[in-house]
């Protein structure tokens, strides 16, 4: 069985990768942690450096392999908001499949945001924000599960804790000036309960399309807080792999 289950994997990545980056890629996922090593693919506006042994390789997965955001929309936007940007899979992603696109990404987690920044140097209108998005502005508590960098939560601030800079997404769409974002994509690890809970939520009318990730697996209430809030425009639904679309009609 576990034979089996190898030569599976085997094939599958030589076919969706190519012989050579097939054979790498899993070579790399079967190294310790402490690695670090680039990957390039047709599918990626630029190179990815990824860290062995952790769950960057599985991002690649979902993101290259899986086509986790390759859903249609109806017009190829003009502004995409990456939230919960990790180290850069999704925003080089949708930076090869829509190049005129303006991109802002968001990434709370250190580690994460250096990475980010090293693999969407050079691309042509792709910024970076180092902060988390919350309710509201100020700084929270922040907590990487263990040695996965794409698990994490916020939490108010502890003690003398210093945290991480929060931002809401009104202040975050009044710092660059976006009256339309035609595309956002959430995935903030159950965060997204408290800020589709928050009070304020005028900013949602101006976004076009939602892909949201939601983690009711971890928060429940997750998806109740979701659908409650988007609810309040006329949108249209679908689901795309582990992503709920969520599109104005």
């Given at each position: 069985?576990?034979?089996?289950?190898?030569?599976?994997?085997?094939?599958?990545?030589?076919?969706?990768?190519?012989?050579?980056?097939?054979?790498?890629?899993?070579?790399?996922?079967?190294?310790?942690?402490?690695?670090?090593?680039?990957?390039?693919?047709?599918?990626?506006?630029?190179?990815?450096?990824?860290?062995?042994?952790?769950?960057?390789?599985?991002?690649?997965?979902?993101?290259?392999?899986?086509?986790?955001?390759?859903?249609?929309?109806?017009?190829?936007?003009?502004?995409?908001?990456?939230?919960?940007?990790?180290?850069?899979?999704?925003?080089?992603?949708?930076?090869?499949?829509?190049?005129?696109?303006?991109?802002?990404?968001?990434?709370?987690?250190?580690?994460?945001?250096?990475?980010?920044?090293?693999?969407?140097?050079?691309?042509?209108?792709?910024?970076?924000?180092?902060?988390?998005?919350?309710?509201?502005?100020?700084?929270?508590?922040?907590?990487?599960?263990?040695?996965?960098?794409?698990?994490?939560?916020?939490?108010?601030?502890?003690?003398?804790?210093?945290?991480?800079?929060?931002?809401?997404?009104?202040?975050?769409?009044?710092?660059?000036?976006?009256?339309?974002?035609d595309l956002l994509k959430l995935d903030i690890e159950?965060?997204?309960?408290e800020l589709f809970e928050a009070a304020d939520l005028?900013?949602?009318?101006?976004?076009?399309?939602?892909?949201?990730?939601?983690?009711?697996?971890?928060?429940?209430?997750?998806?109740?807080?979701?659908?409650?809030?988007?609810?309040?425009?006329?949108?249209?639904?679908?689901?795309?792999?582990?992503?709920?679309?969520?599109?104005?009609?």
């Open positions: 069985m576990r034979i089996a289950k190898a030569f599976g994997h085997l094939v599958e990545h030589i076919l969706r990768l190519g012989p050579l980056l097939g054979l790498r890629v899993l070579w790399l996922k079967q190294r310790g942690p402490g690695h670090r090593a680039t990957i390039r693919h047709r599918d990626l506006a630029g190179p990815v450096t990824v860290r062995t042994g952790s769950s960057d390789l599985a991002i690649f997965d979902e993101v290259v392999m899986g086509g986790g955001y390759a859903f249609p929309l109806s017009t190829s936007p003009s502004v995409i908001l990456d939230i919960g940007a990790n180290i850069g899979l999704a925003t080089l992603w949708f930076k090869r499949r829509y190049p005129n696109a303006r991109i802002i990404a968001v990434e709370p987690d250190a580690e994460n945001f250096e990475l980010l920044q090293l693999n969407t140097k050079g691309l042509s209108g792709v910024e970076l924000v180092h902060a988390a998005i919350a309710p509201t502005d100020g700084r929270i508590g922040f907590q990487r599960e263990g040695l996965n960098p794409s698990a994490y939560h916020i939490r108010s601030l502890q003690g003398d804790e210093e945290g991480v800079v929060a931002l809401s997404m009104t202040t975050l769409l009044s710092r660059f000036d976006l009256q339309r974002v159950g965060a997204e309960k005028g900013w949602m009318d101006r976004v076009h399309t939602f892909a949201v990730e939601l983690h009711d697996r971890m928060r429940p209430g997750c998806g109740h807080a979701f659908f409650s809030a988007s609810s309040r425009a006329k949108r249209n639904y679908d689901v795309h792999v582990y992503l709920v679309i969520a599109t104005r009609a």
